[in-house]
């Protein structure tokens, strides 16, 4: 099993649908979590740290459950910009800051 | 945008031949890494650095090298590149070992 799990999609949306990804993890040591955003042949980019108390930045809410281990990404009214691929990436404790990644899940937004 | 930078940005060479990548930054950051990204396999962490000469491994360590002799720079070596090791990699960069990672734009190697 791998340490973290994304469903690799690719999801289909239409512009202005709501759209939820999910990322499980398996080490119970995690400590930090992230989302990130990975346009085409591009680096990743942070799109959202990842709070016990879940947080929301305009569109974009993320939540942690650790009972269940797993965090979540839900976009809003989708914009054609959206479209990319979506890395949930989990921090070890005390492992000189590893960050283990998932494989993404691939976003495409159509008008 | 975090001052990061990568050089090359492409490279293609041949099997056998040592290949050094560089990652350069302005932001006077303690932890420096390296990934690698390949399709089925996401990013994977090659090395790591917690500050000028101390590095460790991480989960695809074999094959290759690093240093870090000062603050800014993070060099990573094949000492004699592989084909399977064909694959973009990224530096990033952090404070802490907790806190957010900021990547570099990328180095695009082709093993022939």
């Known amino acids: 099993r791998k340490e973290v799990e994304q469903d690799p999609g690719p999801f289909n949306v239409p512009e202005g649908a709501t759209v939820a990804f999910n990322c499980t993890y398996s080490?119970?040591?995690?400590?930090?979590f992230f989302w990130y955003r990975q346009d085409c042949r591009k680096e990743p980019k942070l799109l959202m740290s990842v709070y016990s108390s879940g947080n929301e930045d305009g569109r974009f809410t993320a939540q942690l459950n650790r009972a269940s281990q797993y965090i979540s990404l839900l976009i809003r009214d989708s914009k054609l910009s959206d479209s990319a691929t979506y890395l949930c990436?989990?921090?070890?404790?005390?492992?000189?800051?590893?960050?283990?990644f998932g494989q993404g899940t691939e976003l495409s937004v159509k008008p | 945008d975090a001052g990061i930078t990568q050089s090359p940005r492409h490279k293609v060479t041949e099997t056998g031949t040592p290949v050094t990548l560089r990652c350069h930054q302005t932001e006077n950051h303690r932890y420096m890494y390296w990934y690698r990204q390949d399709p089925g396999h996401g990013l994977r962490l090659i090395h790591y650095s917690y500050g000028v000469k101390d590095t460790d491994k991480g989960e695809v360590s074999d094959g290759y090298s690093v240093s870090r002799s000062k603050t800014e720079d993070f060099l990573l070596t094949l000492e004699s590149a592989t084909s399977s090791q064909t694959s973009v990699y990224f530096c990033?960069?952090?404070?802490?070992?907790?806190?957010?990672?900021?990547f570099g734009p990328g180095t695009r190697l082709t093993v022939l």
């Open positions: 990033a960069i952090s404070e802490s070992q907790s806190d957010t990672q900021y």
């Open positions: 990436a989990v921090n070890l404790r005390n492992q000189g800051g590893k960050l283990i």
């Open positions: 080490n119970s040591a995690s400590q930090s």
